[in-house]
Every structure is written in C-alpha cells, then in structure tokens.
C-alpha cells in the first residue's frame, strides 16, 4: 500500500479522535496564537488541521475571523449540517 492510500485508509476507516495524534484541545497551539496575535479580528488559517479542534477552541475563546474550512469543519462535527 502507497502512503497516500495509507492515510486515506486511515481518515476513512477511524473517526477523528480515535487517532494517536487527536488531542481534544489543540492547547499548545492556542497558547501560541494568542502570543503571537493581537487582536481577535486576526485572519487565522488552520493549515492541515482537517479534524483539529483548534478552531473550536479559537471560537470559545472569541476569535471571529476563521477559515471557511475549518468552520465548516466544526458545523458537520456538531451535526449542523
């Protein structure tokens, strides 16, 4: 089996947080925006994020300019549609 289809295999067949990688709260990762960034308009991109959390933390934490994608990531987590 070639790598690209290892992974897809991998996202096909285990759901997000059943993965060794998933963390429920990307906290090394917020603990970095929010020194870097400063104000919660900042245009932020959760690059390869694909199931990370990190835009659900950035959301309660009111960070209100976030990729498209990883919104819509959270709204079908959360069954929205």
Not at 1 to 14: A, N, R
Not at 41 to 65: C, F, K
Request: hydrophobic share 35%; glycine share 8%; with cysteine.
């Amino acid at each position: 089996m070639g790598t690209k289809q290892h992974w897809e295999t991998v996202y096909s067949d285990k759901s997000a947080d059943a993965v060794s990688w998933f963390q429920p709260h990307a906290i090394r990762s917020l603990k970095f925006i929010q020194r870097l960034i400063v104000g919660k308009t900042a245009h932020i991109i959760d690059m390869g994020g694909s199931a990370s959390t990190l835009v659900d933390d950035l959301l309660e934490q009111d960070y209100n300019n976030i990729s498209k994608g990883g919104l819509e990531k959270r709204c079908h987590r959360l069954g929205i549609y």
